[in-house]
Structures are given as C-alpha cells and as structure tokens.
C-alpha cells in the first residue's frame, strides 16, 4: 500500500515535471517580447497618436515652408538630412532587421523582434526629437510629441529635455539644422507609425 502511494506521488510529480518542461519549451520558442506583450489598449492607442504626430509635424514643415520664416526654401535639396537618434537606442536599431542584406531597406522580423524594445526604441526617439525642437516652438507639435510618449508610458512622466543650442533660430546654420530636423521627424514619424500597426496586428494575434 505504502509502495502504491509512493508511486502515486512519483507519478504525480512526473506529470508536474513534464508540465514545466513543456512550458519552457513553449516559452523559449517564442520571441521574448511574445510571452508578456504589452496592451492592446496602449499599442492600439499609441497607433492613434501617431496620426497624430505625423499630421502635426507635416503641417509644421508645410507652414515653414509656405511662410518662409526660416529665410530660404526648407526643401530637401537645400539641407542633408542628419539622423539625431543614431548615437542611441532608436525605431530603427531596436525594431528592425540587424542585417536586411545588402542593397535592402530594413524590415520587420517578427521572428526576432522585441516588442519592448521596439517601443523603447521609439520613445526614446520621441524625447530626442522633442529636444531637438524645442526652439521651434510649435505647441501642436511638442504636444503631439508628449501624448504620445504618455501612450508608450502611461505610467511615466516624460521629462522636458532641454532643447540643443544648435536649434537656435537667430543663426543661419541653426535654421538650416531646424529644417533638417522637420524632414528627418517627418520620416521618422511616418516610421513610427507603420510600426506601430505591425505590432498592433502580433499583438492582436496573441
């Protein structure tokens, strides 16, 4: 009788045994970002923001451009476009591809992406790009900028960077960065934007 009990028990832990296996096993075929994935609520909403961003900072690239206030056609013949993320974690390095191949543009592999790092990625572009406009003091644009950090962060209150003194409008190579920076956020929003609903639709699936 005592030899059937301790089978029981035995055979008992074996099936508790099996599970946690089979449990990591099914783990560790997922992506990391997989196993707990952020709300469907909060990417769902940070999705909606970037409509927003992007119509805010098209405007304000449209408005500089018909009201010449910079002193000379802000166009991208007249500027090069400078990356001002690319010395940090950014949309690009945490949400695509390491290696696309040569001659291809970066891409979404759902197969190695991390979704908390993507979305890391891009709130940390959000801060510097805020930062790097802060001269240009267009309200609609930092807003944009800041609820849609709140939506990545909910819980987290995005500190005021101090604006770049490069940004500085009284100097010409100060409004030549200023429209730069229009473009490359333009760019980078529209970015933002499709990434957002790709992660939308993993997340979704789930």
């Known amino acids: 009788m005592a030899e059937r009990s301790t089978n029981t028990r035995n ?13 990591a096993v099914f783990c560790l075929l997922l992506p990391p970002s997989w196993a707990l994935p952020p709300p469907i609520r909060s990417l769902s909403e940070g999705l909606s923001r970037s409509r927003a961003l992007l119509a805010a900072a098209s405007d304000a690239l449209l408005q500089v451009q018909k009201q010449g206030t ?28 390491e290696d696309p191949g040569p001659g291809n543009c970066p891409v979404l592999e759902s197969s190695t992406l991390d979704m908390s790092k ?10 510097t790009y805020k930062a790097e406009l802060g001269h240009f003091k267009d309200l609609r644009v930092l807003t944009s900028i800041d609820e849609m950090m709140q939506a990545l962060q909910p819980h987290s209150s995005p500190a005021t960077p101090q604006p770049s003194p490069s940004t500085a409008l009284s100097s010409f190579q100060g409004r030549m960065r200023l429209c730069g920076a229009l473009h490359a956020f333009c760019l980078r929003a529209v970015t933002i934007g499709r990434t957002l609903g790709y992660l939308s639709a993993l997340a979704a699936e789930l």
Request: proline content about 0%; some cysteine; aromatic content about 6%.
């Open 11 to 23: 055979g008992a832990a074996g099936l508790g045994a099996g599970r946690w296996v089979l449990l």
């Open 70 to 97: 910079l002193g000379f056609e802000c166009t991208l013949e007249e500027v090069d476009l400078e990356d001002v993320t690319n010395s940090q974690i950014n949309t690009i390095k945490s949400c695509m591809s």
């Open 118 to 127: 993507c979305l890391q990625g891009i709130y940390e572009d959000l801060k």
